[in-house]
């Protein structure tokens, strides 16, 4: 029997039961969860790094974002608030549309 010792999306030991496999789990603590939320969201950039269609990358892109979402609710941020500071940088610094690539900077000392 593989052994996983992972994270998890929430449906997946269902999905496993549905399959006639048995599993055993546990419910992670908040500080264990997190490490876990950081564990699987550099898993998932090392997926969408490494994917070799555009299909491949939206996929990591989501999975990516969902992992986002949930690190802003252990922080207790919502979706919604999180996208809000997102726009409030995006005002006061810009975003990355233009696609400006900084070269140097001379001092003006």
Same mark, same amino acid.
């Given at each position: 029997? &593989?052994?996983? *010792?992972? @994270?998890?999306?929430?449906?997946? &030991? $269902?999905?496993?039961? $549905?399959?006639? *496999?048995t ?6 603590? *908040?500080?264990?969860?997190? *490490? /876990? ?5 550099? /898993? #998932?950039t ?10 491949? !990358? =939206?996929? #990591?892109? !989501?999975? =990516?974002? $969902?992992?986002?979402? !949930?690190? !802003? ?6 979706? $919604?608030?999180?996208?809000? =500071? ?13 696609r400006?690539? @900084? =070269? ?6």
């Amino acid at each position: 029997m &593989p052994i996983y *010792n992972k @994270l998890v999306r929430d449906r997946i &030991p $269902e999905i496993i039961k $549905e399959q006639g *496999n048995t599993l055993s789990t546990r419910i992670l603590e *908040n500080e264990e969860y997190l *490490n /876990e939320l950081r564990t699987k969201l550099q /898993e #998932e950039t090392n997926e969408y790094l490494e994917a070799e269609s555009s299909a491949e !990358a =939206i996929e #990591e892109l !989501a999975d =990516i974002m $969902e992992l986002l979402y !949930a690190l !802003a609710e252990v922080y207790g941020v919502t979706s $919604e608030m999180l996208e809000q =500071i997102r726009a409030e940088k995006a005002e006061k610094r810009g975003g990355f549309k233009e696609r400006v690539y @900084l =070269i140097e900077v001379e001092d003006a000392y």
